[in-house]
């Protein structure tokens, strides 16, 4: 209790330049770990939703009726996220382009994939969201605190020269006080920073799934519109 009382104490004695810097590392800390929370439950969510529409597609399953049952859920205010948010785009863009008879199977494949390729854009940009934040909290807090701490060093000194006799005990709680400054950049900065690289490797992780399930759509596309076009030529 006395070291929590003598830190609280260094804190509001600190100079208002140290407080300012404290203030800043004290928020940048408490951003930081709520969007570590919120990162970790939306990577979480899309890893769940990824397997659970993955067994669903390989299933079997007629791609109109997994189609269909996406639009029932986004009627009813779920969000369409994730992989199945290309798969819904690819679709769409696949049943308009085959509706075109001039169009052939290379062209209707490849405007499937450009559809898919923005739907996977949009789905790293969710993903990525906040990474940002946690890289800069991680690279500048250390500075931020040094800042502090260099300006409460400097502080405590200037004060020891209009002192009448110079001891330790005279620039200590200054000296202390602006250690905590770099103590707070360090606790601000090190959590963002293993945050942020596990969460950049797991959306790197989720990009090479997105793409590997967007080549392997993409040859299920072809060959249901080599066999559509094959169809209409017999037909005519």
């Known amino acids: 209790m006395e070291e929590q009382l003598s830190l609280l104490e260094l804190v509001w004695n600190a100079s208002f330049t140290v407080q300012l810097v404290m203030g800043i590392l004290l928020a940048a800390s408490v951003l930081s770990w709520y969007m570590i929370v919120q990162r970790f439950i939306y990577l979480r969510n899309a890893r769940d939703e990824a397997y659970d529409f993955e067994e669903r597609?390989?299933?079997?399953?007629?791609?109109?009726?997994?189609?269909?049952?996406?639009?029932?859920?986004?009627?009813?205010?779920?969000?369409?996220?994730?992989?199945?948010?290309?798969?819904?785009?690819?679709?769409?863009?696949?049943?308009?382009?085959?509706?075109?008879?001039?169009?052939?199977?290379?062209?209707?494949?490849?405007?499937?994939?450009?559809?898919?390729?923005?739907?996977?854009?949009?789905?790293?940009?969710?993903?990525?969201?906040?990474?940002?934040?946690?890289?800069?909290?991680?690279?500048?807090?250390?500075?931020?605190?040094?800042?502090?701490?260099?300006?409460?060093i400097m502080h405590s000194f200037r004060g020891l020269a209009n002192a009448t006799q110079a001891t330790l005990a005279t620039v200590a709680p200054g000296i202390s006080e602006a250690l905590v400054a770099t103590a707070m950049g360090l606790f601000a900065a090190i959590p963002a920073v293993l945050a942020y690289n596990r969460f950049a490797a797991k959306v790197e992780v989720f990009s090479n799934r997105y793409d590997t399930f967007a080549d392997e759509f993409s040859s299920i596309l072809y060959r249901q519109a080599y066999a559509l076009r094959r169809k209409e030529r017999k037909a005519g």
Not at 106 to 115: M, W
């Open 57 to 152: 597609f390989w299933s079997g399953i007629d791609l109109s009726q997994l189609y269909r049952e996406g639009s029932e859920r986004a009627a009813e205010g779920h969000p369409v996220l994730g992989m199945e948010s290309i798969f819904r785009a690819g679709f769409k863009e696949f049943s308009r382009l085959t509706q075109q008879s001039e169009m052939d199977s290379e062209a209707v494949v490849e405007g499937s994939r450009r559809a898919m390729r923005v739907a996977m854009l949009r789905e790293e940009e969710r993903l990525e969201r906040h990474l940002a934040f946690l890289a800069s909290v991680g690279s500048t807090s250390p500075y931020i605190g040094l800042f502090g701490t260099v300006w409460g």
